[in-house]
């Protein structure tokens, strides 16, 4: 992946994904009694990343204008 985390969720936006697609994924979480819910296999290095840096005590990364 390229770009900033901002460039890739413009672009993720832009292309889009099914309503309804996106509705019977949150059902299943729902029926599942899962938490968390990732549309997307590529976007789950994020929030484990995220994590990582809470627990290392470092600060996000930040995109420059």
């Known amino acids: 992946m390229?770009?900033?985390?901002?460039?890739y969720a413009r672009e993720a936006v832009e292309r889009g994904?099914?309503?309804?697609?996106?509705?019977d994924r949150v059902w299943d979480a729902i029926v599942n009694n899962q938490f968390s819910i990732l549309t997307h296999a590529e976007m789950r290095e994020f929030p484990v990343a995220r994590m990582c840096r809470a627990a290392d005590q470092t600060n996000p990364l930040v995109?420059?204008?």
Do not use: R, W, Y
Request: zero cysteines.
């Open 2 to 7: 390229s770009g900033t985390l901002s460039d």
């Open 17 to 23: 994904m099914a309503t309804a697609e996106v509705a």
């Open 63 to 65: 995109a420059q204008q």
